[in-house]
């Protein structure tokens, strides 16, 4: 099992920006994938951005796409998301995700979760 620690959230204007962090530890996952979902209030868990540890093979959602980057540290096994232009309707709280599956990128297919961090971003 991965514990995972999210750090990074909080309150900033639309069009800023801020980093979230997700420190990894416990069992080997150089096999692992490693995303990054958010949840606003009375809406579905939603994928935003996902990073194959080894290799560094990237995903985005559309929504996302030109704004955000998600990268990793292997040596500090830690993953980020840099949120750049960011808007109103970004407000939710991230989570932090891994699994070590090959297809999918659902909720469902992520075994591993942090516990959050809240990110509002005010018009």
């Known amino acids: 099992q991965v514990q995972l620690v999210e750090s990074g959230g909080g309150l900033v204007q639309a069009g800023g920006s801020l980093r979230l962090s997700c420190a990894a530890s416990?069992?080997?996952?150089?096999?692992?994938?490693m995303g990054w979902f958010r949840q606003a209030p009375g809406k579905e868990r939603e994928f935003v951005a996902s990073?194959?540890?080894?290799?560094?093979?990237?995903s985005y959602a559309d929504s996302v796409k030109g704004r955000f980057t998600i990268s990793r540290d292997i040596v500090k096994k830690t993953v980020y998301l840099q949120m750049n232009s960011l808007k109103p309707e970004d407000t939710a709280v991230y989570y932090c995700?891994?699994?070590?599956?090959?297809?999918?990128?659902?909720?469902?297919?992520?075994?591993?979760w942090g516990q959050g961090t809240q990110v509002t971003v005010s018009s």
């Open positions: 995700a891994a699994k070590n599956t090959k297809y999918g990128l659902g909720p469902a297919d992520f075994g591993s």
């Open positions: 416990g069992r080997t996952f150089s096999s692992y994938v």
């Open positions: 990073v194959s540890w080894n290799g560094g093979s990237t």
